[in-house]
């Protein structure tokens, strides 16, 4: 598969369509299963609040992969992401309700590369607050 995105089509400062993603106590619980992270600060309210946390905190791993999908689903093929980054700069507390948190993300197109890629430049958000710094991707665009 390739992108869905030509690169001629795509001029810097392009947005791409902004989404959110729920982060629910039931959502982490099946991605402890999934990845083997069982560290109980991402399923145990009491141990979270005793390490210092406000509470159960989803993964970074978790917030990372649910920011990437901003650029997944607008360029039309996961394997065009060449090159994918991001600190993690506040933790996402998951509040045991059946909301839970929200990870808002947007992007826009930072760079235009050689080799028809771009570096798109995302931003994710929870309760106001930035979630994850220097989040970038470099995608092979058709």
Do not use: C
Not at 5 to 28: C, D, K, N
Not at 99 to 107: C, K, M, Q
């Amino acid at each position: 598969m390739t992108a869905s995105i030509a690169y001629e089509a795509v001029e810097v400062g392009t947005e791409l369509p902004a989404q959110s993603f729920p982060a629910t106590r039931a959502a982490l619980v099946r991605y402890a299963g999934a990845s083997g992270d069982f560290n109980p600060i991402h399923w145990n309210e009491k141990f979270a609040r005793e390490v210092g946390l406000p509470d159960v905190i989803a993964h970074g791993m978790f917030t990372m992969a649910e920011a990437i999908r901003v650029v997944t689903d607008w360029a039309g093929d996961p394997g065009a992401v060449v090159e994918y980054g991001v600190r993690f700069t506040k933790p996402v507390a998951v509040p045991n309700d059946d909301t839970g948190a929200l990870i808002e993300v947007s992007g826009k197109v930072a760079a235009k590369l050689d080799d028809n890629t771009v570096r798109i430049d995302l931003t994710a958000m929870n309760d106001g607050k930035k979630v994850l710094g220097m989040a970038r991707a470099v995608v092979r665009l058709a």
